[in-house]
């Protein structure tokens, strides 16, 4: 019999932090084998998570194996805090290179069009218009890119991962079966690995919902694509035995669609990456006089219409010569959604936007800040997101300032943890950046910080307890029947 047996599922599932299982002599460790694109070193949120689950579950003496993708378009600072040789990374097709050798075409086909009225076309700068022939090929290679990209970009981009993924678990597999395959997406393409490595293997699967698929009110497409995408999606996550996402919105949206369980298991902080500590001085010196920057903070990227500064730059004008003691800091933000609005309200000299910066500094930079920055969209289409963000602002423990949906799960959060503001009103706003800025004169320059209750229960250990709870009474039916079937005759 392969698996691990009951009694060491009863062993797991008495465990807690702090003191870890300890097997029974003979039994197996549960068995888990981690599908996800993004993994550490590559530098993004998504492999926070996955890169923070995976060293919590080997804490908890699971067996632990993950395949991921040689993300090339990423930093690789994040630190690995597994062994390297529990990890397979394998290599992946760029289904969209063609995409890029059409998009070079069509630049040299407009470089070299004919300007009404004779002579070259501008290089670049023509953008399609300067000759009839040029904006012709170039709007036919537009629309064969646009068909291209709806008909091979299924389930998403990364597609070509498919086959490299699937061989790269079965390479994992040849002396070490799984009892449960774990698979975070997005990118989905991993589910469609998980759902064909379940079937092959016959093990149970959990789909991992850190952000949503067909239901995502971020993505665009035509409307075929978008059923195309649901049938896809209801076929492969429908053969999953268990679904986690990251609020109790979208559970509740998930246990409807799919009527399967669904666990809901916040990002959380790692106590190891926020210790408790006293405050550091202020991030920026005085700007003026003798009263110190109150200095805001925001880490991540804009969705262009979706995620908006423009609230909190309306605010800043509305403080007259006060707005001269504030400054706003972007880290890893695009320029391009940064600036316009900030000018256009006329605070652009108090907005800075940085490049993005390694893990480990940017929370320095959070910790040092005055206030931290979350932005969302103002829809209710946007309930139940919560960004992975919000919970490294609840990690340094210092004051949040929302501006979105104001009664979603991060305005709850904020409001009911006393952990700062949430408005898309800058009247309101304005406000509370005065109290700000006096509450930081009071205390001799430096705003004091959320008080540590802000925090409790958002750890990533608590949050992964609930999940390892969640993966065993997954599995734990498929360990019964292989238990009930050891004498069985064959």
């Known amino acids: 019999m392969t698996g691990f047996a009951s009694s060491t599922i009863d062993q797991a599932r008495a465990s807690r932090p702090g003191s870890p299982a300890e097997r029974p002599e003979g039994a197996e460790a549960m068995k888990v084998l981690i599908l996800s694109w993004y993994f550490p070193p590559s530098n993004t949120i998504g492999a926070i998570r996955v890169g923070k689950l995976a060293k919590y579950l080997m804490r908890r003496n699971v067996d632990v194996r993950v395949v991921t993708a040689r993300e090339p378009d990423l930093s690789k600072t994040l630190p690995l805090e597994i062994p390297a040789d529990r990890v397979t990374w394998t290599r992946a097709i760029d289904v969209n290179r063609p995409i890029d050798i059409v998009g070079n075409l069509r630049n040299r086909l ?50 070509g991962w498919l086959p490299w993924a699937i061989a790269g678990a079965r390479r994992t597999c040849r002396d070490w079966k799984p009892d449960l395959i774990y698979v975070t997406g997005p990118p989905f393409t991993a589910f469609l690995a998980g759902h064909h490595l379940s079937r092959k293997l016959g093990v149970p699967w959990i789909a991992e919902f850190r952000d949503r698929w067909a239901d995502d009110p971020y993505f665009e497409a035509p409307d075929w694509r978008m059923a195309l995408l649901d049938r896809m999606e209801r076929r492969v996550a429908g053969s999953a035995s268990g679904i986690v996402t990251v609020s109790e919105p979208w559970s509740a949206f998930y246990r409807a669609k799919y009527g399967k369980p669904v666990a809901t298991i916040y990002n959380g902080y790692d106590p190891q990456d926020f210790p408790l500590q006293p405050d550091p001085p202020p991030a920026t010196p005085p700007s003026s006089g003798s009263s110190p920057d109150l200095t805001i903070t925001y880490a991540g990227v804009l969705y262009s219409g979706r995620r908006d500064p423009s609230a909190l730059f309306e605010a800043l004008a509305l403080l007259g010569p006060e707005r001269q003691r504030i400054r706003i800091e972007f880290y890893g933000s695009d320029p391009g959604l940064v600036m316009p609005p900030a000018e256009k309200a006329g ?34 289409r946007e309930q139940g997101n919560v960004p992975a963000k919000l919970f490294e602002y609840f990690g340094v423990l210092r004051p949040i300032l929302g501006i979105g949906l104001e009664d979603g799960v991060p305005a709850r959060l904020i409001r009911e943890r006393q952990a700062g503001f949430f408005s898309n009103d800058p009247e309101a706003i304005a406000g509370q950046l005065r109290r700000w800025l006096a509450a930081k004169d009071a205390a001799g320059g430096r705003l004091p910080g959320l008080p540590p209750a802000a925090r409790e229960g958002l750890s ?27 004498g069985a005759p064959t």
């Not at 608590?462 to 238990?483: H, M």
Request: aromatic share 6%.
């Open 110 to 159: 407009l470089r070299r069009a004919p300007k009404p009225g004779g002579g070259a076309a501008p290089g670049a700068s023509s953008g399609g218009s300067g000759g009839g022939r040029g904006s012709l090929v170039g709007r036919v290679l537009s629309t064969v890119s646009d068909y291209y990209l709806n008909l091979s970009n299924l389930p998403d981009r990364y597609v």
């Open 460 to 486: 990533r250990d608590i949050q992964f307890e609930r999940l390892l709870d969640f993966c065993i009474e997954v599995t734990e039916p498929v360990a019964a029947r292989r238990v009930s079937n050891c």
């Open 347 to 380: 605070v652009g000299d108090r907005v800075t936007v940085h490049p993005a910066v390694p893990y480990k500094q940017s929370l320095e930079i959070q910790r040092r800040s005055d206030v931290l920055l979350l932005l969302q969209w103002n829809n209710p």
